[in-house]
């Protein structure tokens, strides 16, 4: 299955706003936003407001499965995946609550920016009652994206939820992995019935089946493998996940190619332990910035 968008449309002028989706990535409706110097693109997703692609100098960061089924309401196996209002199965929600799962609107659309909208609907009342409006915002720099995540809690009493950015890297290969930044950092194991641990390794290679929730991780996280090194730099997500499925469980996973742990590693940002807590008629917001350079 080709993962490639159909192309962008010609630079508009930076003072036009655009009200409409500009491409179709597997027949499924998207934006295309391009840095200012026009060295780098990115392209979103309607559906779950899924970023599916990060391109600088016209080399792809990110990961999408070749097997990834783009049939709404399936989540995109890849790219980055906003996670909300539950992580997992941490709730009564289904696996990762519904943001993902969701179609999104689109409003502030520039050359270099589109804000994503999600807004309570019939269907989703039906899974979760609260009232809230969530704004998922991505801006192209000429050296990085930056992606800002607002949960507006409309209710008059204050709510608890989950947000995590579920980000697939693209990596030379999972054997050249080494992440940075978690050295002492405390983590629950999600494959062993969250029991916790504190990380030794300064550099931490990905061997085998990984899934960690990092509950005191830092603000800056790097990664880097053979070519790249990836700095992930965030504000008010306190939680790092680090997950790669392993050969065995790729191989039981419909949506992803048998070998495609190889290429790829989840580093997320995410605020789970403890949830975040927003106050009547108050705003959440949370900022994830993604910076790439060459070795």
């Known amino acids: 299955v080709s993962t490639q968008s159909t192309g962008h449309k ?5 003072n036009l706003i655009i009200q409409m989706s500009s491409t179709k990535f597997n027949s499924l409706d998207a934006i295309d936003i391009v840095s200012p110097d026009g060295k780098s693109t990115a392209t979103i997703l309607l559906h779950g407001a899924t970023l599916v692609s990060y391109k600088i100098d016209g080399e792809e960061l990110l990961f999408v499965s070749d097997e990834a089924v783009y049939a709404p309401p399936k989540a995109i196996r890849g790219g980055c995946p906003v996670i909300f209002p539950q992580f997992g199965p941490r709730g ?9 799962n969701s179609l999104w609107t689109n409003e502030n659309v520039d050359e270099s920016t589109v804000t994503m909208v999600l807004k309570q609907t019939p269907e989703i009342k039906s899974k979760y009652s609260n009232d809230f409006i969530v704004r998922l915002t991505f801006k192209l720099s000429d050296d990085a994206l930056l992606i800002t995540f607002e949960m507006t809690n409309n209710e008059d009493k204050p709510v608890e939820l989950h947000a995590a950015l579920h980000t697939y890297f693209r990596v030379s290969s999972i054997d050249d992995v080494r992440i940075v930044g978690l050295e002492g950092c405390t983590f629950q ?7 916790e641990s504190k990380q030794s390794e300064k550099e931490l290679p990905i061997v085998g089946k990984v899934d960690r929730m990092y509950i005191d991780a830092p603000s ?5 493998d053979a070519k790249h090194r990836v700095t992930l730099t965030s504000e008010s997500l306190g939680n790092a996940v680090v997950w790669n499925c392993g050969e065995a469980d790729a191989a039981k ?3 992803m190619q048998n070998d495609g742990w190889k290429s790829y590693v989840c580093v997320e940002a995410a605020q789970v332990v403890p949830p975040i807590a927003v106050k009547a008629k108050g705003t959440f917001k949370a900022t994830h910035e993604i910076r790439s350079a060459k070795l």
Do not use: C, I, K, Y
């Open 10 to 14: 010609l630079r508009p002028p930076t």
């Open 92 to 100: 009564e929600l289904g696996q990762h609550g519904f943001a993902r």
């Open 189 to 195: 194991d999600n494959a062993a019935e969250l029991a």
């Open 220 to 224: 800056v996280v790097s990664f880097h």
């Open 253 to 255: 996973m419909s949506d």
